[in-house]
């Protein structure tokens, strides 16, 4: 079993930048972070293979986003830029062994979420 849990959310103004951070212990092929608003389903936002071969964004924030891993602590990250009202959510961390690592229902581990609320 993979242990999921985020960090780093909270409020932005529009067009600034927040950085969250995602621990995962355990065996994953793929970490991934997505989100959502009350509802909607659950959308991507970017994932990213643990043993290199590159990463996935989704459309919602393609350009505005980027995503790493530091396999060595078992800590993925996700850098948000240029924040638009849109982009408030609560954001969930997901890790495990997926073929298609855009798709929520592949992964099987999520954390608790962390929100991010824009202002202007």
């Known amino acids: 079993e993979v242990h999921v849990a985020e960090s780093g959310g909270g409020s932005v103004q529009v067009g600034g930048s927040l950085q969250l951070s995602c621990s995962a212990s355990g065996g994953y092929n793929c970490m991934a972070w997505f989100r959502q608003t009350p509802g909607k389903e659950r959308e991507a936002v970017a994932s990213?293979?643990?043993?290199?071969?590159?990463?996935f964004y989704g459309d919602s924030m393609k350009g505005r986003v980027t995503i790493a891993l530091d396999n060595g602590k078992n800590k993925g990250y996700l850098n948000l830029f240029r924040l638009k009202p849109e982009d408030a959510a609560m954001y969930y961390c997901?890790?495990?062994?997926?073929?298609?690592?855009?798709?929520?229902?592949?992964?099987?581990?999520w954390g608790q979420g962390t929100p991010i609320t824009v202002s202007s």
């Open positions: 997901a890790a495990g062994y997926v073929t298609r690592p855009l798709r929520p229902d592949e992964y099987k581990s």
């Open positions: 990213i293979w643990t043993g290199g071969g590159g990463e």
